[in-house]
């Protein structure tokens, strides 16, 4: 499982032009999930991401977890964190999970989140979206449980 988690003072998420998610200060994060990916790969990152201590406390220093800053999360699915381009001009995406499998982790792991506290909102998987984000800092971090 990879997740690119973006610290966000805002970020919003369109599928055919309606607005399906949107959050104020927390975490923007493309998840992708790869077909080697269990239920321990979901309870780690949830874990992993409900501690991640990447929000200055009042001294500046990134010292402070989601949950102590009080931010919420923007869950996006996204297959092409697993596109192989070292071959050719085309991404290779086999790595990546079949979609139904790949939506059943999905969701579960918005759920874990979910029982750590957070408050996550949410793109439609499978859909063509329209993310948009004010990035903070910026912060960008890559996540991958496989190199746990």
Known sequence: MRVVLQRCKSAAV?????????????????????????????????????????????????????????GDVLSISQFTLYGDCRKGRRPNYMAAARPDQAERLYEAFNEALRGHGLRVETGVFGAMMDVSLVNWGPVTLLLDSQER
Do not use: P, Y
């Open 14 to 70: 369109r599928a055919d032009g309606n607005l399906t998610g949107e959050i104020g200060q927390g975490l923007m994060l493309l998840v992708g999930i790869t077909h080697e990916d269990t239920e321990t790969d979901i309870v780690w990152m949830a874990a992993k991401l409900a501690g991640l201590r990447c929000f200055d406390d009042a001294e500046g220093k990134m010292n402070l977890s989601i949950l102590e800053a009080g």
